[in-house]
């Protein structure tokens, strides 16, 4: 199978991984013939990529790092969290932040906080996405393709994801690793007080409007911190992951000194909790693969690119050069092209990924510029640097 842009795929395509709809459900299962009908709703949704079957990529071990059961089960966990939450949504989507404290000081909240089923479905999914992510080898795809229904869960299992894998670089004990995965996956809690016409607004967001997106940080915490007031750890993933490094960033302007701060009790550490730094890492690198509202997912490599760029600033060095050492740009079983002086362009998928050169993979060539099928051959791009590779546009969908 092959994971590639939307636009490319026509009618009678068969899917070869599952689509998940805004509550963790399978929407369309892996099998399913991609009709008209169906093409239309995913670019609707603003699905910018699928993966299908290939004949040229049949036999290319794709792998993920979190199984599709662990997936359903977090994106269901989370779901579960946001149903829970209604009436505090409402709320405050009607009269503000002020109105979620008003909340969740009421009998009616601490009732259904305290008898919530939440924290043990969240812990449960935790723990399996710890185990699969453990057990997952350095080439595994930890991203998913999303669409913006239902992004805000799929989102917060793709960052837990790749944030369990930085964390499991960083060598963290599976305690650590357990509240990091939690954290995550409650981390963006805050956004379902948001209204979705401010959440998914395409257009420059006003003062007013940016300052309800920056209250996400704050409320999540208040939320998680009223559900389990012990779990420190983990509330403060959600209160700090838009921290800076540089203290520019929010609810509190707090600090980081980019460097790896493994314990506690460092003398020299920053004021930004490290599982929040991992959680900001990981939440930028998701966002960027992802398409948004204001823009479509970037390529893979404008995706290292940016990681690069804003290292130092606004993420910790440290953390970011740990993950870039070990992450492959370009995963196994991405459509890619394949270009140089008197060669190509062709298309291409990824078949595998050398660990002493993550951003030149090998990649089984079948279709030329015209989109006609050749006979597939590999280019090995770390014995070939005159050719250059880019992956194929994953184009926001109308």
Known sequence: M?????STVGPGV????????DRGMVWLKAGAELTDRYLGLLRQRGVGSVWVGESAAGDVPVREALSEEARGEATAAVAHVVAELRPAMDETRANGPMELRAWLGSDEAKRQLRDSLAPGRIQ????????????????????????????VLAHSVDVATTAVTIGKLLHLPRHALLCLARGCLMMDVGLAMVSPEVLDKSAPLTPAERAIIQAHPQMGYEILRAMEPAEILVNNVALQHHERQDGAGYPRGLRGNNRI????????????????EIAAVADVYDALSSNRPQRPALPPDQVVGTLRRIAGTHLNRAIVDEFLRSVPVYPVGLAVYVYGTGFGPFRGVVVRVRPSKL??????????????????????????PQLNIRGAPVLMAA
């Open 359 to 384: 951003d030149r993979p090998i990649v089984r060539v079948f279709q030329n510029v015209r989109g006609e099928k050749i006979q597939p051959f590999e280019v090995d791009l770390s014995e070939s």
């Open 14 to 21: 068969r899917l070869a991984k599952p689509i998940y709809n």
């Open 124 to 151: 449960g999914a935790a723990m399996r996405l710890v185990s699969d992510v453990l057990s997952a080898n350095y080439a595994a795809a930890i991203t998913t393709p999303k669409g913006r229904d239902g992004y």
């Open 261 to 276: 701060h493994l314990s506690p009790f460092d003398r020299d550490r920053g004021e930004i909790a490290l599982l929040a």
């Open 2 to 6: 092959i994971q590639v842009e939307l």
